[in-house]
């Protein structure tokens, strides 16, 4: 008698946490509807660095070195020769309104290059976009800013383009909003 209740209370339990689990998935891909992409992409909330298809990056002691320990709402990457640090403000972002994106440009060593010019490319690895690139200004320090929306919710990949002498490479992060 108590055996058959325990797995009563069992399998009540177990019930309640698949609702859960689906009501919590449903709720992270309402975003998707009318999107008609290709889908299927787990979305994820932080900002990752990721390589060009989309593979994280996990953090290295190369990088580490140079930046130490990162506020939340900034990752950094290798690229080459350089380092590149992208901080989103605000962080998480907001789907419509106007996001602060900043890049800080360093060798491996950590010195600043300012000679760069870098162009951002925002696009949904899910679902085609309209063009949203937004061009970077440059400051001192290794410091570059732009601001554009993203202009709905979803998962979004940030391409860094990086123009240097004539060379230009490009490091990814990964968004969900
Ligand atoms: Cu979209």
Do not use: C
């Not at 999107?35 to 299927?40: Q, S, V």
């Not at 491996?108 to 870098?118: H, M, P, R």
């Amino acid at each position: 008698m108590a055996k058959k209740t325990m797995s009563g209370v069992v399998v009540v339990v177990v019930l309640a946490l698949i609702a859960f689990a689906v009501f919590a998935m449903s709720m992270r891909r309402s975003h998707m509807m009318g999107g008609g992409g290709m889908g299927g992409s787990g979305s994820q909330l932080e900002l990752v660095a990721v390589s060009a298809d989309g593979a994280p990056i996990p953090s290295s002691a190369d990088v580490t070195s140079v930046t130490g320990e990162l506020p939340q709402g900034t990752v950094a990457q290798k690229s080459g020769e350089m380092i590149v640090s992208l901080t989103l403000n605000p962080y998480p972002a907001k789907a419509g309104a106007p996001s602060e994106f900043d890049v800080k440009l360093t060798d491996l060593t950590g010195k600043s290059i300012d000679d760069a010019t870098i162009t951002l490319d925002l696009t949904m690895p899910s679902m085609w976009m309209p063009p949203n690139q937004p061009a970077m200004e440059s400051a001192s320090d290794g410091k570059y800013q732009a601001t554009a929306p993203f202009t709905m919710r979803g998962e979004w990949r940030i391409e860094v383009i990086i123009t240097r002498g004539g060379e230009k490479q490009s490091a990814f992060f990964d968004v969900g909003l």
